[in-house]
């Protein structure tokens, strides 16, 4: 996956509206569901939390479908990118004890994923606000790209793919 410029005014403007119409379509329909279900099966007086329940899953189930069948129109590209890129972070995440230990060696795709990693995280903590972690970050930035230069080799963002991950093992 390779990282892109997002608009990050655009990005949360997106991000926001999608966000209260998947919970006002939720619980509408969680809501209407269960209301139903309790008209057409519950119990006066009774416990009808399996009903509530049921309500609430088919709600998650058709608002889960919509955001499938809508993810690839023009104005989710950006809450799509942002998506795929977390799960990206999170693979690389699942393997950074074997990355690191790797980049130590100076193991050229160790670093990639690496640099990869820095700067997609770097990336994401600015379109999400996330300045607590920043200055940190961006002095792993720099410890990294001084240690690719001073081993003379050049790589970008570019260079990562997948596949980089299985072949560190």
Request: hydrophobic share 45%; net charge positive.
């Amino acid at each position: 996956m390779q990282l892109k410029t997002i608009d990050k005014a655009l990005y949360r403007k997106r991000l926001n509206r999608v966000i209260a119409a998947v919970i006002i379509v939720l619980m509408v329909l969680s809501l209407g569901v269960s209301t139903l279900l309790i008209q057409l099966f519950g119990e006066p007086g009774g416990s009808n939390f399996t009903l509530n329940l049921m309500g609430v899953v088919m709600g998650a189930i058709v608002v889960g479908g919509a955001l499938r069948r809508f993810r690839m129109h023009p104005y989710m590209t950006e809450v799509l990118y942002v998506w795929q890129l977390k799960q990206e972070l999170n693979r690389i995440y699942r393997k950074s004890a074997k990355i690191k230990a790797a980049a130590e060696t100076n193991n050229l795709k160790a670093l990639t994923i690496m640099n990869y990693n820095l700067k997609a995280c770097a990336q994401l903590y600015e379109l999400d606000d996330n300045d607590l972690t920043l200055s940190d970050l961006k002095l792993e930035i720099k410890a990294l790209d001084r240690k690719i230069a001073d081993l003379g080799l050049t790589i970008n963002t570019d260079d990562y793919h997948k596949e980089l991950l299985n072949e560190l093992d």
